[in-house]
């Protein structure tokens, strides 16, 4: 199947082109719907607009008065999502922790990205912790979102060895070169309907099993 896919961002999008350009090579089976962001003058939503890709700024300022702003933001996130006909989203580099109000929209449909070998160093400055930690080996992950930050089920991880001499910087530039490889890798297994999920554990169908569910009327091999 075709992912109808759509990017939440809040930086410069350097793993949303990423998703762009597995895309326009057919590595990635997708459309790109829309790219959406809480921050105005994301770098990122520049470079979707280049890429002809609709985009969307939600300002988060006039939720503060609600009751619970950060969900009701979401909400908002969400109606416009599915006004888009996004049916599956993606992180890339967005500074908002996810409420459940979102998540409830797209139960096991919400993809993101760490910059470490999840669960090892969670939240912000993964990179930094590892180097302070003194840890030989750090990478990313790719995971499903779930309510507790950075604790969803694991899909892809690729290691990313630490240097001597290493610094944030360093670290995070070779890092980034695993993300560019594991996003787009990690939302095909989801074209591909390749993702069974069973408690927190995501099993890799192969291609093979992944045919047998759908004739068999599975259809879709997530275990909701």
């Known amino acids: 199947m075709s992912l109808a896919l759509g990017v939440l961002i809040s930086g410069r999008g350097s793993n949303l082109v990423a998703i762009l350009d597995a895309i326009d090579r057919g590595a990635l089976d997708a459309t790109l719907k829309v790219v959406a962001s809480n921050k105005l003058n994301a770098a990122g939503m520049e470079r979707a607009k280049e890429r002809g890709v609709p985009t969307i700024y939600l300002d988060p300022k006039p939720f503060a008065q609600e009751t619970n702003p950060r969900e009701a933001y979401d909400l908002a996130m969400g109606a ?62 790719v995971h499903l979102v779930t309510e507790g930050v950075d604790e969803g089920p694991i899909i892809v991880q690729a290691p990313v060895p630490i240097l001597e001499g290493d610094t944030v910087e360093s670290l995070s530039a070779r890092i980034l070169e695993k993300e560019h490889e594991c996003y787009p890798q990690a939302l095909q297994l989801m074209a591909q309907q390749r993702l069974h999920l069973e408690g927190r554990q995501v ?19 997530q275990k909701k």
């Not at 139960?107 to 470490?116: A, L, T, V």
């Not at 912000?124 to 840890?135: I, S, Y």
């Open 80 to 141: 416009l999502l599915r006004q888009h006909g996004v049916e599956y989203v993606a992180l890339a580099g967005y500074m908002r922790i996810v409420t459940p109000a979102l998540i409830r929209m797209y139960p096991s449909k919400i993809f993101n990205i760490h910059p470490s070998l999840l669960p090892a160093f969670p939240g912000l400055d993964a990179q930094r912790q590892a180097l302070e930690w003194g840890t030989k080996v750090s990478g990313c992950t």
């Open 203 to 221: 099993h890799i169908l192969s291609n093979d099993e992944s045919i047998k569910e759908r004739m068999s009327g599975s259809g879709d091999t």
